[in-house]
């Protein structure tokens, strides 16, 4: 524990002296000994409000200039923004009002009520935190102003840190500029047990269900928040120690996870490993853990021992936090938030009937289990009038306490300590300019939405079927005389009680971006009166016997239409239209029938089971249904563009296990090669000698090939072996450098090491002369490059590379278009047969006239009787037939294009069809005629 010296004797006799330890900042120590026990126990709390006022008449106002609270929490539920217009520039006005508010204690005169002596507090900023999950509505709590990022799922599915780092990057610089300098975020969740039958897992609020790739993503993710906001935002990493594996949500309920301390350290924890102790530099690691309230069954491997919530389990926390990952980081100043204590989760726990919610004793609870920061929202005791009220009450109970009792005071300022290191970090001195940011930031805030459309064109992902079976089932996009229907499942939300609603994902929003990308101003491949919008509500009242007037109009659409695209969302018990989907493909799949059904989900891939994909043409995942991924969706669906990302979670429904897809290729070569490192000289190799560097060289001396003798040391390594989804293999991937000697395959000599950066490298000591043969394998990759090394008796050899035989299993590339190398044609004499003449010209006359044939028969079913589109068909056919047979009787060199043989009968026959086409024109009409008189 960190200690100060409390020696104001003015502050009262009942203060004991508490020892300050040496590894206080010094900086940090000066402040805190101006302290008073109130401002110190002030820092403690992390509180959140009603509505925007904080003047002087408000509890807000009063709880930071009076009680000295540490931190503010801004939330959209709690009305603290205005929207839809203004919120940007609303919410920074606010923030600047509460860094004023701390700003005035500062510069007032307050009587110690203890000793009536008089002192002056000092400034200290306030934290001002959010939680801005990205993805809009409803995680997001900024809804208007900000850049529309995507959530975390979204940027997993694209297995690029550098992108995870430029989001960060976007939402830090953002977030400063407004004034925020606390985030609660990233989650560090790993997704390994998904709940998808109840929709209340963590969906999309995830990178991934890869410990390893969690965390290589959460310290991008961390790292751009750093340097987005010039380190000015402290980086709080949730959800603490991981609530991957809880069934159901923890505003509810505290959820118990069936998990020893062993199993937690290897999936759950990895990640908050990741970006604490094992980060790789200071941009990278987190400055606090937000640790969320759960209870862990078999935590000490006694599988009938249950813990309490970790946030109130001291033995439990300090056990985990004794880890050395999370001890050295806790050193160094890193601190841990409790999750909300006024939840309806910790309610329930401590107080069951409902009756005698002890707010104070709830608060001391978590505090002593080692939470530096109390984080209260809706935080009411049983008997209090407002949330105001127990505020205040649990501020004095611990300044009473930290007078009373020497222990608590050592652990406050031991917290107080860890919070003040943080905030000096990000300001280096306490003024309320440098707590401020300018004004004019705020004009750069909304602006990023290119590094969004990056995302979105990474993320998005083809689950079903594969890229070759979707060249079949869906051949072509849809064309100008094609009908689609579009269904969405919509999603609206309010900034504020008060504000205007706002839909964030209209039934119209597929529609929209597809008319406007492909619409009659941009190429004309839509026409606007073939489309059509419904909402999952509509399909829902369809399938359940709404009202006629309703679901005429789908009914209707869905018997006409050639295509069925659905922008889905998730299943949610609580909402009966989220059903909707799997309710039509269940139980009337007649309306669909025969038509074209692509569905992209606009969430988590993982709500369909395998029955409800078999039934699609195609089923994509875009994560998230801001803008950008909208527009991908639009351009996915006229093959625009081609999904790329890869899923970031396992999915059921697809036999899609992630851990399978994550190990090793088996129908890649490992490269294997000798480690010519900086260091080779000190493991036995000789060392290529180095140019004099003062004198430039024209012609560069080639280096020699390592040789190697009995008693040196050969360094080897991979190239960079791939996984399944061609991405480097998670670091810790097994790999197995063989040798074998003399020829013999049945000596061989093994070394095992793991990858770092999906390389893995190893040291061999040459022991004896002879023929050494070395390759390399990582289950189920087994073919590698081979190197062969010959030693002889005291001489020295060179490594030779055999090229290996292919895996068994090929790798499938993408097919590649040639572009054939245009060749001279030679001039036709006179004498020589008309191209049209030929089978090459015979052959596309029959296609164009038949084919135009039956596309005339396929348009005039809109609109004929079935037996005039036959006739139609026929005369279109008949009359290129037609058109055909006069061109090989005039076929003259006159009527050649140079260049271009066949185009005159391309010409010739097309205007056939089309006098085709006139012709039974006037011949329906001339019926018509003789009918009417």
């Not at 009938?304 to 300090?318: I, L, N, Q």
């Not at 969004?452 to 998005?460: H, I, L, P, T």
């Not at 101003?521 to 509500?537: E, H, P, R």
């Not at 089971?609 to 699609?616: G, M, P």
């Amino acid at each position: 524990m960190l200690a100060v010296a409390l020696l104001l004797a003015a502050w009262g006799p009942a203060v004991q002296p508490v020892r300050a330890q040496s590894d206080v900042p010094t900086q940090v120590r000066r402040i805190l000994e101006k302290m008073t026990p109130e401002e110190r126990v002030g820092q403690l709390f992390l509180v959140s409000f009603k509505g925007r006022q904080t003047g002087p008449s408000s509890p807000i106002y009063d709880l930071i200039v009076n009680h000295h609270v540490g931190g503010v929490v801004l939330r959209a539920a709690n009305d603290n923004f205005t929207g839809p217009d203004g919120t940007v520039g609303d919410t920074y006005q606010l923030i600047n009002g509460l860094q004023k508010n701390a700003w005035s204690s500062s510069q007032m005169e307050l009587v110690n009520t203890a000793t009536s002596s008089v002192y002056t507090p000092q400034f200290i900023p306030l934290f001002v935190g959010i939680s801005q999950d990205g993805d809009g509505p409803p995680y997001d709590q900024i809804l208007n102003g900000l850049t529309p990022l995507p959530n975390q799922m979204a940027i997993g599915s694209t297995w690029d840190p550098n992108l995870a780092q430029s989001v960060g990057a976007t939402l830090g610089q953002e977030l400063s500029a407004l004034g925020f300098n606390l985030l609660f975020g990233p989650s560090l969740d790993v997704l390994d047990v998904v709940q998808a039958e109840t929709g209340e897992d963590l969906g999309t609020r995830t990178f991934g269900g890869d410990p390893y790739w969690v965390g290589e993503m959460g310290k991008a993710y961390i790292s751009g928040l750093h340097t987005g906001s010039n380190h000015r935002l402290a980086v709080i990493a949730k959800n603490f120690p991981g609530r991957g594996g809880s069934d159901r949500p923890p505003q509810e309920e505290v959820a118990t996870v069936r998990k020893s301390l062993e199993q937690l350290k290897q999936i759950e924890l990895a990640p908050f490993f990741a970006v604490t102790g094992s980060a790789p530099n200071e941009e990278a690691k987190a400055d606090g853990l937000l640790a969320s309230h759960i209870r862990y069954q078999g935590f000490q491997g006694n599988i009938r021992a249950t813990t309490r919530p970790v946030s109130f389990d001291p033995a439990a926390f300090e056990q985990i936090m004794g880890l050395p990952q999370f001890q050295s980081w806790r050193n160094q100043g890193g601190i841990v938030i409790s999750d909300d204590l006024g939840s309806q989760a910790v309610r329930r726990f401590f107080d069951p009937t409902g009756q005698a919610f002890d707010a104070r004793q709830v608060a001391r609870s978590a505090f002593l289990a080692g939470n530096d920061v109390l984080y209260l929202d809706n935080f009411i005791a049983s008997g209090d009038a407002d949330t105001y009220t127990t505020i205040v009450r649990t501020l004095e109970f611990f300044a009473t306490k930290y007078r009373e009792d020497v222990v608590f005071a050592q652990r406050v300022d031991a917290s107080v300590a860890r919070i003040l290191t943080i905030k000096l970090r990000m300001y280096g001195a306490f003024s309320l300019e440098a707590t401020t940011p300018p004004v004019d930031r705020l004009g750069q805030v909304g602006k990023s939405q290119e590094v969004v459309f990056q995302v979105a064109q990474r993320a998005a992902t083809l689950l079903s079927p594969d890229p070759t079976e979707l060249n079949v089932s869906m051949p072509r996009p849809p064309d100008i005389l094609d009908r689609i229907v579009f269904i969405t499942e919509t999603v609206s939300q309010q900034q504020c009680s008060q504000c205007t609603p706002q839909e964030f994902f209209p039934a119209s929003a597929l529609e929209s971006a597809v008319l406007r990308l492909y619409g009659p101003n941009a190429g004309a491949q839509v026409i606007n009166f073939k489309l059509s919008s419904f909402s999952f509500m509509d399909l829902w009242l369809l399938m359940n016997g709404g009202a006629p007037e309703k679901t005429e109009t789908l009914a209707q659409e869905l018997k006409l239409t050639d295509w069925v695209v659905f922008s889905f969302m998730n299943t949610n018990t609580a909402r009966a239209e989220s059903q909707a989907l799997r309710q039509l493909l269940a139980e009337r799949p007649d309306l669909v029938r025969n038509k074209r059904v692509i569905v992209f989900a606009f969430n988590a891939p993982y709500y369909l089971d395998a029955t409800d994909i078999s039934k699609l043409t195609a089923y994509y995942a875009l994560y998230s249904k801001q803008p950008a991924f909208v527009d991908m969706a639009a351009r996915l669906l006229f093959q625009e563009q081609t999904a790329v990302g890869a899923l970031p979670v396992s999915v059921s429904g697809l036999g899609y296990d992630l851990i399978t897809a994550m190990s090793p290729d088996p129908t890649q070569v490992i490269p294997l090669m000798i480690d010519l490192k900086p260091s080779e000289s000190e493991a036995g190799v000789p060392a290529v000698p180095t140019q004099d560097q003062s004198t430039p060289e024209l012609t560069p001396t080639p280096e020699p090939e390592p040789t190697f003798k009995v008693g040196d040391s050969l360094p080897l390594k991979t190239g960079v072996i791939y996984d399944h989804n061609r991405h480097p293999v998670p670091d810790g991937t097994v790999v197995r450098f063989l040798f074998t000697f003399g020829g013999d395959s049945s000596t061989v000599q093994q070394i095992e090491t793991t990858t770092v950066q999906g390389v893995a490298r190893a040291v061999y000591r040459i022991q004896s002369p002879g023929l050494m043969d070395i390759r390399v394998t990582s289950d189920p990759a087994l073919v590698s490059t081979q190197l062969r090394l010959d030693v002889g008796a005291g001489q020295a050899a060179v490594v030779l590379e055999i090229t290996p035989t292919s895996p068994t299993t090929p790798t499938v590339e993408p097919t590649e278009t040639l572009t054939p190398t245009p060749q001279p044609t030679p001039a036709a004499e006179e004498t020589s047969e008309p191209p049209a003449a030929n089978a090459a010209g015979w052959l596309l006359a029959m296609g164009l006239a038949w084919g135009s044939g039956f596309g005339a028969l396929y348009v005039g079913r809109r609109w004929l009787t079935p037996r005039w589109s036959l006739r139609l068909g026929l005369c279109v056919a008949l009359g290129g037939l037609a058109a055909y047979a006069l061109l090989l009787l005039v076929d003259a060199p006159q009527w050649r294009v140079e260049g271009l043989p066949f185009l005159r009968l391309v010409g010739f026959v097309g205007i056939g069809c089309l006098l085709g086409a006139g012709t039974a024109a006037a011949w329906r009409q001339l019926i018509r005629q003789r009918a009417q008189a």
